[in-house]
Nanobody, 127 residues
Framework: QVQLAESGGGLVQPGDSLRLSCVAS????????TGWFRHTPGKDREFVAA????????YYADSVKGRFTISRDDVKNTVYLQMNSLKPEDTAVYFC????????????????????WGQGTQVTVSS
């Protein structure tokens, strides 16, 4: 497993942008597929986006496609989630997660596929 720490959340207005960061420590995220999930009270943890360990392949939930972009910088041991055109329904606690090295990732991947999790960062979109 690898330790992950998210940052970048906050309170924004509809239409604004935020960039979430997820920094790994202890071990590298190199060769690990990573993803972002979000959780709101009363709902299951929801898949948002995922990126392959090579960074070549990216997957997005339909609800964020065209607005969110996942990326990774293995030199900085960091994964990012750029969120544009934010909507009130994007309000949630956002978590980053990593899978075991050289494993694969797919669209709509289950949280149970990931073995490392951060503590989450709150994103609130409200006017």
């Amino acid at each position: 497993q690898v330790q992950l720490a998210e940052s970048g959340g906050g309170l924004v207005q509809p239409g604004d942008s935020l960039r979430l960061s997820c920094v790994a420590s202890g071990r590298t995220i190199n060769s690990r597929p990573t993803g972002w999930f979000r959780h709101t009270p009363g709902k299951d943890r929801e898949f948002v986006a995922a990126i392959s360990w090579s960074g070549v392949t990216k997957y997005y939930a339909d609800s964020v496609k065209g607005r969110f972009t996942i990326s990774r910088d293995d030199v900085k041991n960091t994964v990012y989630l750029q969120m544009n055109s934010l909507k009130p329904e994007d309000t949630a606690v956002y978590f980053c997660a990593a899978k075991p090295p050289t494993s694969t990732v797919r669209a709509g991947t289950s949280p149970s596929d990931f073995d490392s999790w951060g503590q989450g960062t709150q994103v609130t979109v409200s006017s």
